[in-house]
């Protein structure tokens, strides 16, 4: 009977791999609201996913530890974990971090109140994390006294932030880290590195180099056009916008065009996705070849830009309108992200004459204001990232894999040599943001086969030594 079921989970795996889609059991484990209390005993239901098609409880846990969004959403774009479990006989968990998707500890409310909120910190969610590890280990008794599956983290973006911080912050629980894109350094890293790659990236993907002057040559068409009703109201009709341009929206609309200029340079994927947005392969060259421009007059410039701007907005043709007030931060967590941002996650962002946006300097009185106008809440150590973390101090850390691609706008702020003989950075030049964590596609880059080589073979040798020396047993 075993037999045949684990020939159907096989199978059932191997369905939802070729679909694209994976299966798993959800679950949930009362967390504490506040882990560093000894005054509040609330507890909250905290969501995690469980796949053990492929675990023979001796076998390690695969924990991928949950970022600003839904669980599911990171579950369904993580494939390279999948497709390695089966060879390393592990235990796949997908922990969804607290306030995003349905692990929200005071439900409708929390984010209402700054009383509410407030509890919303990395260091929380990577206790949270921590809690349910202990609590998968106390389900398996394979392993006699102290003894424990190892635990490998894993994570993408903020993700892999948080698989690196949750291997330096508690060892104990986790043997080793896979972090994927993970821009641990940003907080100490020049304000504008960010939109010098974005700048590279569209200049490097346009066929006639013209792409990232263009886009620097319409925000000033895009200020004389939005100076007046009439023009406000022929960008409405023009770019097909849900709702009229009023002149109180324009910065809105101009913080929209920015992020989509980085969103299609973070998942500049070699064939189509859907993960913020459904766009084609390439689509920062997708963008650039519809950019067509016949005079750089206000109008007919932003005419052009309005069609490829489509690439992003409105690729599949189902949109009637362009909503401007949703961008994919809105869809995966942006309003929990954006409490972050305002408190622990403070990573200075500016452009100068060298990128492709407006010059913006970096003013942190003006981004305080603003985030106390939001969410009612003092910004008092605008450096806790890097207090809580050590930022580049990393020499005493172990068994942490950094990956980035190069062609990802947050590498400038990841990890890029190796610290140590135990701390490794993976560089992949044609890559966008944590494409070694998705599944295989026949077009991935070659970086990207080699970095998914060498992870598995330092996972392993992880694996190896701790179940020599702690569970004194041999791990093939």
Not at 66 to 84: C, H
Request: a neutral charge; hydrophobic letters at 40%.
């Amino acid at each position: 009977m075993k037999c045949i079921i684990l020939l159907t989970e096989f199978l059932l795996f191997c369905v939802n791999f070729i679909l694209g889609e994976y299966f798993y059991d959800v679950n949930y484990v009362d967390v504490p609201v506040d882990h560093f209390s000894f005054t509040n005993n609330a507890t909250f239901k905290l969501r995690y996913l469980w796949n053990d098609s492929f675990w023979n409880n001796d076998g390690p846990i695969f924990f991928y530890t949950g970022n600003e969004g839904d669980i599911n959403t990171f579950a369904q774009n993580s494939g390279f974990i999948w497709e390695i479990a089966p060879s390393f006989k592990a235990l796949i968990v997908f922990a969804e971090h607290r306030y995003y998707g349905k692990s929200l500890p005071f439900g409708k409310k929390s984010f209402s109140d700054p009383k509410y909120v407030g509890y919303l910190h990395s260091s929380q969610a990577l206790a949270d994390f921590v809690y349910v590890i202990d609590h998968i280990q106390s389900l398996n008794q394979h392993f006699s006294g102290d003894s424990k599956n190892p635990v490998i983290a894993f994570g993408g973006s903020y993700g892999g932030m948080l698989s690196s911080w949750l291997r330096m912050k508690y060892p104990a629980s986790v043997l080793g880290a896979v972090a994927s894109s993970a821009p641990i350094l940003q907080f100490q890293t020049p304000c504008d590195v960010f939109n010098r790659i974005v700048t590279s990236v569209f200049q490097i993907s346009s066929e006639n180099s013209d792409c990232a002057d263009i886009i620097k040559k319409s925000w000033r068409a895009l200020r004389e056009v939005t100076g007046n009703a009439e023009g406000r109201e022929w960008l409405t009709k023009t770019w097909k916008l849900c709702d009229s341009l009023k002149n109180e929206n324009v910065a809105v609309l101009f913080d929209w065009l920015q992020e989509i200029y980085g969103n299609l340079a973070m998942v500049n994927y070699p064939y189509p996705t859907s993960f913020l947005s459904k766009l084609p392969a390439n689509p920062v060259k997708t963008f650039c070849s519809k950019l067509s421009i016949t005079s750089f007059k206000p109008k007919p410039l932003l005419e052009g830009l309005g069609k490829a701007l489509n690439v992003y907005t409105n690729y599949t043709k189902d949109a009637k309108c362009t909503n401007t007030s949703e961008t994919s931060s809105t869809s995966i967590g942006g309003l929990a992200w954006d409490f972050q941002a305002c408190t622990e996650m403070i990573m200075p962002m500016c452009s100068t004459k060298r990128d492709m946006f407006e010059e913006q300097a970096w003013n942190y009185t003006k981004f305080s204001h603003d985030c106390y106008t939001r969410w009612n809440v003092q910004i008092t150590q605008p450096n806790l990232a890097i207090i809580e973390y050590g930022g580049k101090n990393l020499g005493a850390e172990s068994n942490i894999i950094f990956t980035n691609g190069l062609m990802d706008p947050w590498s400038g702020g990841g990890v890029l040599h190796n610290v140590s003989d135990s701390v490794h950075a993976i560089l992949m030049p044609d890559t966008a943001h944590h494409l070694d964590l998705r599944a295989y596609n026949r077009n991935d880059p070659t970086s990207v086969l080699h970095a998914r080589y060498y992870i598995q073979v330092i996972i392993r040798k992880w694996l190896q030594s701790y179940y020599r020396e702690f569970l004194n047993t041999y791990y093939e």
